[in-house]
C-alpha cells in the first residue's frame, strides 16, 4: 500500500481563509495532511503542505488544483516526489571555487541530477559554464525581488527541482524560498550558528577561534538557520593569516557543498523539524 | 450561517501522524481549518488546530476526539470560545502590586471574568487572595515540569480559561504553553523586544536608557517573544535611581496588565500572526 | 587652581609602545590622566586619552606631540576643550527632515554653533545647503575607507568640532569613529536597543510594539551602542500603516536631533561611562 | 637591559581620579604602561594596569602602592610575573572529570604549578580531591557576591596565581573576575561563540549541528567572551543521542581545560587584546 507525497507551496497576499481552502482540497481527494507549516512576512504568506495520497490521478489533481488557485488568486505550485532525475540550478556571483567542483562532480557522473542552468549575479564565471556545455544566465538586477522573479522564471522553464547557492552572495526573500522548500542547498563560510552573515571569515580571524569550519544547510526563510547537512572543520595554524584561512576554508566549502548535494540528490537525507538525518546505503 | 471555532490542543511525545490523525478528524466532521501550527521541543510534539464548524454537536465531537486522543496515547484538549463567564487562574510569585491591581478590577466588576484561583510558588502573597476569598495554592516545587503538572491539574479542576502571570517568576514550559494557545498573558517590564530576560530595570539603568517601559503580551514557547497586547513607558528623570525606575514601572506594569486582561475578556482583541489588534467597541 | 582639558587620539597600525609613548608624554608635561581606552580592529589600533593640565603651553605642547607622532608613525589629533563657537559637519544622505531642522535651528540662532560644511553621499540635499548659504560635498565613493578620508580631510580643514549623523546611511569605520569622541551624534529610528540596524521602522511594525520611538546618541566603534542622549516615543494607532509610522517617526528624529546637538553645543551633557547626564541650566 | 612587568589592579566603587591616581603613581616610579583598561558595571569600578619597570625596589613600590590604596579607599593587588612555581585553585561543583584530569596531570608532574586547593559549591568531589591530598573547602553560600568574598580570601591566603573553572556551575562577577586579568582560565561545552550559556550540549543537539565541541578560555567580566586557548572538536555520528554527546564532550573538556592551563603555566600563552597567540617551545 505505498502512498505517493506530494508538497503543495502557496504563495500570496495574506488574507483569512487560505489554510480552509487548500487543505479541503486535499482531504477531499483522499490526503492524508504529514506536514504544514505557514508563515507571514512583510504581508506576504506562504505556505507548505505535505500529504500522502493513495491512488492518486496526478494530472486531474493538478489541474483542479491549479483552477483552485486561479480563482483565488493564489500562487500555487505542486512537486511531485519522483525518481527521475532531478534538474539542478546552481546559483553564483563570484568564487569559482565550489561551482567547479559540482561541475566536475557532474561531468564525472557523480550526481544523480543533471546541472540545467547556472545563473549568475554577475558574469564572471560564465566561462566555466560554457566549457561544461551549460546555459549560463547572468542576473545583475540589484532589486533582489525582480531578481528572483527572473530566476524562478528560469527555474519553470528548465523544471528545476533542486537550486545549490555556490557562494551566491544575495539573500533571498520569502518568496523564492518557500516555493523551493527543503530543495534550496547553501554553503556558509562557518560553523553555524557561530558567524552568520557576510563576514564569517573575517569575524572568526577577529574572535581568535582556534577552529574554523564550513556548515551546508537547507535554506528557509531565516537567514543562516535552516537545517544542517552537513559541517566540517579545522585548526587554525599559529602561521595562519585571514587570507590562509579563508583559502583552506575554500577547500572546504566546495568539498562540504557537494557532498550535501549529492547526499540530497540520493534521497539519503531525511529532514525531521531542524535536523538532518543521513540515512545509510 | 454562523460557524463555531473550536481550538484543539495536543501535546505527545513527537512521532509521526499525528498531525494526519487530528486533522482527518477535523475534516470527517465537516470542520475548515483556519490555523494550524505545530513545533517540537526536546523531543516533545505541540500542536494547535483552530477549525470552524457548522451545526457542531459538541459533545459527540469532544467523546470521538478524546476516544482517539486514548488510542493514539495523545494528550488532547479541546476548547470552544463561548461567552460565558471566563475563569481566570493568577500566577504570583512575591511582588504584589499586579496581584492586587487584578483583585481590585474584579472586586469593582471591571473584569468579565471571575478570579478561580491564585497560584504562588510561594506563600508571600496568600493573605492577598484570601482577603479576596478567593482560594490561594502554594506549588513551590522547584522541577519547573513537576510544578507544571500541578497547576495543569488545578486548571483543569478549575475550568481556567485564562492564565494571567502577575511577575510570576519561572519561566514556563513548552508542556504549559501550548495547552492555553493565546490565553496567557503576561507582563514583562522593559519595552521588548529590548531586555528580554529577568533583569530588565536594572540593564535598562546600565545602557542609560532615556525611556523605560512594559509591555503586556501573550506567551508563546518563546521567552518574551509573544505577541505584543499592550506598552506603556516613562521618561527616565536625572535624579531617578534604579529603585526609583523600579517603583515607577511598577506602577505601570499593574495598570497595563489589568487593562491587558479586560481587552482579553472583552473578546477586543484579535491576533494575527504575530500582531494583535485592538477592535473598537 | 583651574586645570585644561586635553583630548588625544592616536591612530595606527597595531603594535607595542604606543601607549607607553602617548602616556609618558602626558605626563612629562605634568597632566593627570583622567581617562583611557585603546581598542584594536582589524589590525587597527585606537587610542584616547583625556588629561587635565595646568598652565599648559598649548602651542609648544601640540608641536611636541606632532614631532613624537612622526617619528613614531603615529596619527595623533589633540583637542583642547574650548568656549569659542563650535564648527559642525552635518553628513547626509537623501533624508530631508533631520537637515531642515538644523539648518532652521541654526538660522534662528538657537544653535551655539555653526554649521560649517553639509557633506552628501548623493547631491539630493544640496539645494537645501545652499539655501541656507553653506558649503555643500558630495562624496559618493563606494568604499567607505576612501570616503572616510575625503570626510577627515575636510572636517581639518574646515576646524570641524561636531559631526552631525542626519540620517546618514553608512556605517562609520572605526578610523573615523576613533578621531572624534564624544564628539559625532547619530539618530537612530527606534527606541535603542530595541532594533538597531537599517530596517527599524519596518522591523518594529512587523514585530507589533505599540510604542515606537527614536534615539540620540554618541557614536562608538560599536554600531547602535554609544551613550543615549535623548529618546522620543508616541504610541501605534490601530489605524497605523507602516507609512504613517515613519512620518510619525521622522517628525521625532528632526526634534530630537537638534535637541541633542542643541545639549552639546551648550556644554550640557556629561558622560561617564555608557551614561549621559544632562546637566540642570 | 630587562625591564620587570607589574600588573596592578583596582576595584572600588567609581569615583573620579582613580586613574590618574594610579597611572601617576606608576610614572613616579619609573614605569611605562604597556596595557591598560578600566570598566565599571553597576557601579563597581575596575582597572588594570601593565607596566614595565627597570631597576624596581619591589618591596618599597608595594608599601607605597598600598599606602595609597588604604587612603583614597581603594582594593589594589599588586601582581609581580616570576618564573617561581604557580599556586593554582580548582573550583568545581560536581563534575569529576575535568578536576580527576587536573589532578592526573599535577600527580605525574605534567604541571608547572602545583594545587594548592580544590574549591567546590558543594562536597561531592571532595573526595577526589582529599585522595591526592589537596585541601578542599565547601563554599555552599548562595548569594555569589558573599561566595566570591570567601574564595578570593582563600586565595589570598593561599597565595593563589592561577583560577582554574572546572565545571564551575556559578557566574564569577567583575568583583573576582577583575582581581584575576588573564589568570581565569574555564572550559565551556562548545565552540565559541556558538552555544554560550548553561545549556551547551542540548541547544547543539536540538539545532542539529553535525560537529560538536569544547573551549577552553581566559575569564573576562562578558561571559564567555574571553579570548580562546584551545578548542577541540568531533563529528557528530547518526546513532548519538544527547548523553553520548555529552560524554564524548566531556572526555575533550578533560583534555582542552589541562592542556590550556598547562601551556599558561609553561608561560608558552601570549595574549593580545582578545587573540591568544602559543609560542613554540
Partial sequence: MNREMVGITVVSRDRKGIVATITNFVFTRGGNIENMNQNVVQGLFGMYVEASFQNLNIDSFDADLHQIATEEELDVNIYHTSSTQKNIAVLVTKERHCLDAILDAAATDGLHGKIAIVIGTQSTLQPHAEKAGIPFFVIPERDQGKAESQILALCKQYKVDLIVLA?????????????????????????????????????????????????????TENLDQGPIILQESFHVDPTDTLDSIKARGQRLEAQTLTNAVKLHLNNSLEVHWRKVHIKKE
Fill in 167 to 219: 557562494r551566491y552572495m544575495r539573500i533571498l526573500t520569502p518568496n523564492l524560498v518557500w516555493r523551493y522548500p527543503r530543495r534550496i542547498i547553501n554553503i556558509h563560510p562557518s560553523l553555524l550558528p557561530a558567524f552568520p552573515g557576510a563576514y564569517a571569515y573575517q569575524q572568526a580571524f577577529e574572535r581568535g577561534t582556534k577552529i574554523v569550519g564550513v556548515t551546508s544547510h537547507y535554506v
